[in-house]
């Protein structure tokens, strides 16, 4: 079992149409957790970070579920411009190479 | 707008070669991190370092894979010698982390790296 793991998609939606995407982790220890969003040939960019008590920043909100290990974003209203690649990012903080790992991504396209 | 740069941005080169590959972190970030990423592997951490002493780089071939922080302004990645299945794009992140706080990485645009 991967240890982030993602549904590759694509989701294919219309403008306006809401949209969430799930990141499951294999280890329970894993502290930190964020998504990021990576356009086609650039780099990753923080989208934002996953607080416990969930989160929102404007038509994005992430949620965090311990018991059962993922996190999830929710995309409302989604615009054209929000067409990427969404990657989750689980962190343990400071034991070394299993600290860092993203996941594979999740590509959305939105259509007009 | 501070922001982490790298180059060069694109390296063409001949099987055998070394590729030195630089980034300069955020100002004041305490966290180096490189990436790999192919299609097939997706995004692979190959080194970290914090306060320029490196604290993991289990992720790279030894044999030809090396990275080092001269200074806080600087972080190289070298591959000597090159092999096409090096072909990747190499990403450079920094964060600052401490206390309480949590990795949240900011990433340059990538070297773009090709061996034939």
């Known amino acids: 079992r991967k240890e982030v793991e993602q549904d590759p998609g694509p989701f294919n939606v219309p403008e306006g149409a809401t949209v969430a995407f799930n990141c499951t982790y294999s280890n329970s220890a894993s502290q930190s957790f964020f998504w990021y969003r990576q356009d086609c040939r650039k780099e990753p960019k923080l989208l934002m970070s996953?607080?416990?008590s969930g989160n929102e920043d404007g038509r994005f909100t992430a949620q965090l579920n311990r018991a059962s290990q993922y996190i999830s974003l929710l995309i409302r209203d989604s615009k054209l411009s929000d067409s990427a690649t969404y990657l989750c990012v689980v962190n343990m903080f400071d034991t070394g190479r299993r600290a860092l790992t993203f996941g594979s991504g999740t590509r959305l396209q939105v259509q007009p | 707008d501070a922001r982490v740069t790298q180059t060069p941005r694109h390296k063409v080169t001949e099987m055998g070669q070394e590729v030195t590959m630089r980034c300069q972190p955020i100002?004041?970030?305490?966290?180096v991190f490189w990436y790999r990423q192919t299609m097939m592997q997706g995004l692979e951490l190959l080194a970290y370092f914090r306060n320029r002493a490196p604290l993991d780089d289990s992720g790279m071939p030894k044999d030809r894979f090396s990275a080092e922080m001269p200074d806080a302004t600087l972080a190289t990645l070298k591959i000597q010698p090159s092999e096409p299945r090096d072909s990747a794009v190499y990403f450079c992140?920094?964060?600052?982390?401490?206390?309480?706080?949590?990795?949240?990485?900011?990433f340059g645009p990538g070297t773009r790296l090709t061996v034939t």
């Open positions: 996953v607080y416990s």
């Open positions: 992140a920094s964060g600052s982390v401490g206390a309480g706080r949590t990795y949240e990485q900011y």
């Open positions: 100002l004041g970030h305490n966290t």
